[in-house]
């Protein structure tokens, strides 16, 4: 088996969503709501909702999906405010709040490479 097969994630989807679910939230403010659902179409990935509280009540949705056993690409896949608005990802406060996420959704999996690397 060479390198690359050994690296690739093992464990199994359910099991991860469980640990994603676990850990998030330690690594998010306290005041952002998160949830964590399996993705449909890739196994090896997972949907995040992140909730940002406050007046700005942005929700940003993200695809993270393992590359291999320890590292993550996280994906913006959709941006709203409050109920459904849209907002322009191009703002300075918005890419700032992206940043911090996709780095807490990395700080996750960082968290979470015991498990991840078999």
């Not at 679910?21 to 990935?45: G, I, Y």
């Not at 703002?91 to 996750?108: A, T, Y």
Request: glycine share 6%; charged share 30%; hydrophobic share 35%.
């Amino acid at each position: 088996m060479s390198d690359k097969q050994k690296d690739q994630l093992q464990l199994e989807q359910s099991r991860l969503v469980d640990a994603w679910r676990r850990v998030l939230p330690t690594t998010m403010k306290t005041t952002d709501t998160v949830t964590v659902k399996a993705d449909e179409a890739n196994p090896k990935a997972l949907r995040v909702a992140v909730g940002n509280a406050g007046h700005s009540r942005y929700t940003f949705d993200f695809l993270v999906t393992y590359v291999d056993s320890r590292e993550v690409k996280v994906e913006l896949v959709d941006a709203e405010k409050g109920e459904g608005g849209t907002i322009d990802e191009r703002g300075n406060l918005v890419q700032d709040l992206i940043q911090d996420h996709v780095r807490n959704l990395h700080e996750c999996a960082q968290a979470l490479q015991q498990e991840t690397h078999a």
